[in-house]
């Protein structure tokens, strides 16, 4: 089993910035990726951003280009999610998700095998 403890959520204002972070624990795969996905009230949960074990590659979603970077801490076992000049649009819990070395890397939703309980992120106009 693999535990994903997500944190650094909260309320601000449009153009402001939030750092999520994602501690995973456990039974992790050697050389996991992980992923960064939300979910608005009434929305399918979609995909933010990936990266994988050595952080050389990081696909990120054209909505979130330019403006979030995801990064990570193997010795910490922490993904992390700076998210810059955010928007209105961007309100929705933010999930952090697991997947197994035979992987490496996905933007798709059931390749990803443990999530973490998500992070409420608020933006205000």
């Known amino acids: 089993q693999v535990q994903l403890l997500e944190s650094g959520g909260g309320l601000v204002q449009a153009g402001g910035s939030l750092r999520l972070s994602c501690a995973a624990s456990g039974r992790t795969s050697s050389r996991y990726g992980m992923g960064w996905f939300r979910q608005a009230p009434g929305k399918e949960r979609e995909f933010v951003a990936a990266?994988?074990?050595?952080?050389?590659?990081?696909p990120y979603a054209d909505s979130v280009k330019g403006r979030f970077t995801i990064s990570r801490d193997n010795a910490k076992n922490t993904v992390y999610l700076q998210m810059n000049s955010l928007k209105p649009e961007d309100t929705a819990v933010y999930y952090c998700?697991?997947?197994?070395?035979?992987?490496?890397?996905?933007?798709?939703?059931?390749?990803?095998?443990?999530w973490g309980q998500g992070t409420q992120v608020t933006v205000s106009s």
């Open positions: 998700a697991h997947t197994s070395q035979w992987i490496g890397i996905s933007t798709r939703v059931h390749d990803y095998d443990y």
């Open positions: 990266i994988t074990w050595s952080g050389g590659n990081t």
